[in-house]
């Protein structure tokens, strides 16, 4: 496998958990890489390995059709011993031989985590592990079977992870004694042979802007073909740690207790200026995973304005609550600023549920806001969340005719899951309605989770409704779990057309298409050493020709380095004609042009390709 990673005194590992499912896994680890950042500040040397990520995970249990049940070509089923997934994140530890193994867990994740630290001592090697995140930081007693693992990390990682690593390289990287040195290490936990013993708890940090900027350096895994690849991706930032608020099924005031803190929008701006002239267009459309960015619409006000000032043509996404888009003034201002997508908690058309889970908005609110973005012509996705303990039919029913009335552009249901740590959490673990196994198997199994909270049959009919209900209002294309079976296969051709033309190649090559194309080609981002630019056709913000496209491929808007060849994602029917005009525009240069090819697809997809089909009306001879 190369490259050969560097020796590290830390490997701290994103483990693999969604990728098993198909639960879309290409999110790069930004906790760990401020991790990381931190602990290099402080001298030590840290690599971060991402092996939840690859880009071809179509192949895993991609669409609600086979959610929960076993398939035939699922490559990454987890419970395969001789899944090469096991093995191949063995080899890099290995490879790094690191100190100590620091695992980032929520839920899904535990079960990877316990058997990867079970093989680390069944294999032989040396480095103490420590676990940290939402999982430990709000159940820790769920790794009390797993001796294996050295050490839980409880709440805000930085201090904590670096008072431990200092601690262990004074006592030359082997496990502390149970005594002073380890007792004066607050938000920790250690196994005394039984269970993990918790330290004192942890303030917060108080001052966010004195951590250094996050370090988008790491490594992930090929399992296919048995390489390492490096990567510097970068696709979100936080700007703030904690939530004013207090959902019941949410863990955020487990991991982060107290007041929210926040980073100055100073110190915000510029770190993702940084980040645009040190990645270019792979940091011009990024992600703000605050779980509040919202709350405070001054400071919402401040990001927007400042972030228009750099003229860097942004495109951003952010959550946001019903609650805090009540007023037209920050939904205008997210839009003049470049806000593409707001990602909206609404859970449920019932009141009744949405006090049982402790949201704190009403059923108004959400059809308020609702109107707003319709009429804003606002893209947004309404989180919805099935099987509530106290849910019936009747707020089942409130919530499908709350989302066929409605506008709502993008829905993505989801099951019942409260984070660990919780209220709802403890509440029914102390019921005796909800286990550790039900936590951590959930989404391989979902009716064996709800087998106690709802009937699973049902359950299942409500899920295909809704997945109905997404369809028919032309949505299922915005997001990868409304991809059907179908879909889902032309989406791995459309690929596999792109790489076979790629093969013997060399040389820097753009990609260039809509979002959705550009993702099924992430996959060829590092096609067998090749370089792969991806660059996104915003078609809703620029009103642009093939002409105007062919400026684009030449490289004025693209930093300008010469590409070897271009791969374009054409809409339906106009393959021929894009491939004629980008010859005109390029002679000799090589250019494969690939259609969408709609048979099979969906009408949301052939919706989403509208504004396509408009921009060829625009091109010559189009």
Not at 151 to 168: N, P
Not at 454 to 477: I, M
Request: charged share 25%.
């Amino acid at each position: 496998m190369t490259p050969k990673p560097d020796k590290a005194d830390v490997l701290l590992i994103n483990p693999p958990s969604g990728l098993f499912y198909g639960l879309g896994p290409n999110f790069a680890p930004i906790g760990l890489f401020s991790l990381a950042a931190f602990l290099r500040a402080h001298g030590f040397a840290v690599t971060v390995l991402n092996a939840n990520y690859y880009p071809d995970y179509q192949s895993a249990a991609h669409s609600w059709s086979g959610y929960g049940r076993r398939r035939a070509d699922d490559y990454y089923y987890a419970e395969d011993g001789d899944n090469p997934v096991w093995a191949q994140t063995l080899a890099f530890i290995e490879l790094t031989d690191p100190k100590l193994v620091g695992f980032s867990c929520h839920d899904l994740a535990v079960g990877g985590i316990k058997r990867l630290a079970s093989a680390l001592k069944a294999e032989g090697l040396r480095p103490l592990t420590a676990v940290g995140g939402p999982t430990p930081s709000g159940a820790p007693d769920i790794f009390d079977d797993c001796p294996a693992v050295d050490y839980l990390l409880a709440g805000e990682g930085e201090a904590v992870l670096l008072e431990l690593v200092q601690a262990l390289r004074d006592n030359g990287w082997r496990r502390l004694a149970p005594g002073r040195a380890t007792e004066a290490i607050a938000g920790l936990y250690r196994h005394d042979g039984r269970k993990f013993v918790p330290t004192a708890a942890r303030p917060p940090l108080a001052d966010l802007d004195a951590l250094p900027p996050a370090s988008p350096d790491y490594y992930w895994l090929d399992y296919e073909r048995g390489r390492i690849v490096k990567d510097v991706q970068l696709n979100g930032l936080t700007t703030s740690r904690g939530c004013l608020k207090a959902c019941r099924f949410c863990g955020a005031k487990t991991i982060w207790p107290g007041p929210t803190r926040y980073r100055s929008i100073g110190r915000v701006i510029e770190e993702a200026a940084d980040l645009r002239k040190k990645y270019g267009y792979d940091f011009q459309h990024f992600s703000i995973f605050d779980d509040d960015f919202l709350a405070r619409p001054e400071r919402v006000f401040d990001f927007c304005r400042r972030l228009k000032e750099l003229k860097d043509d942004y495109k951003f996404r952010c959550y946001g609550r019903v609650d805090n888009l009540q007023d037209e003034e920050i939904i205008e201002t997210l839009l003049q600023a470049g806000c593409q997508e707001i990602w909206v908690g609404v859970e449920s058309g019932s009141q009744k549920v949405l006090k049982a889970l402790g949201k704190g908005i009403t059923v108004p609110q959400i059809k308020r806001l609702d109107r707003l973005f319709h009429n804003y012509d606002f893209p947004w996705l309404a989180f919805i969340i099935l099987g509530t303990p106290s849910e019936d039919e009747r707020d089942f029913q409130a919530t499908l005719n709350m989302l066929k009335e409605g506008h709502f552009p993008s829905i993505q249901p989801f099951a019942f899951q409260p984070y660990t740590g919780s209220d709802l959490f403890r509440q029914l673990r102390e019921e005796g309605r909800l286990g550790y196994d039900d936590i951590i198997r959930s989404h391989q199994n979902l009716p064996r989770c709800f087998s106690r909270l709802a009937a699973p049959a049902r359950f299942w009919e409500r899920l295909k409704e809704l997945k109905q209900l997404a369809r028919t209002k032309g949505q299922a294309w915005l997001n990868d779990f409304h991809l059907s079976e179908e879909e889902a296969a032309a989406a791995r051709q459309w690929e596999r057309r792109a790489a076979d033309w790629l093969e013997g190649r060399s040389g820097r090559f753009l990609a260039l298409g809509p979002e959705r194309q550009l993702r099924w080609l992430a996959a060829l981002k590092h096609y067998r050493g090749l370089q792969v630019d991806l660059r996104l056709l915003d078609v809703a913000a620029r009103a642009v020709n093939i002409t105007r496209f062919g400026r684009i491929l030449a490289g004025g808007d693209f930093d300008g380095p010469t590409a070897d060849g271009l791969i374009i994602a054409a809409p339906d029917g106009q393959t021929e004609n894009w491939r004629a005009q980008a010859g005109s525009l390029f002679p000799g240069l090589p250019v494969r042009v690939l259609g969408s090819d709609s048979a099979g697809l969906s009408e949301g997809g052939k919706k989403y390709w509208r504004p396509v089909y408009e921009l060829c009306r625009q091109a010559p001879g189009g």
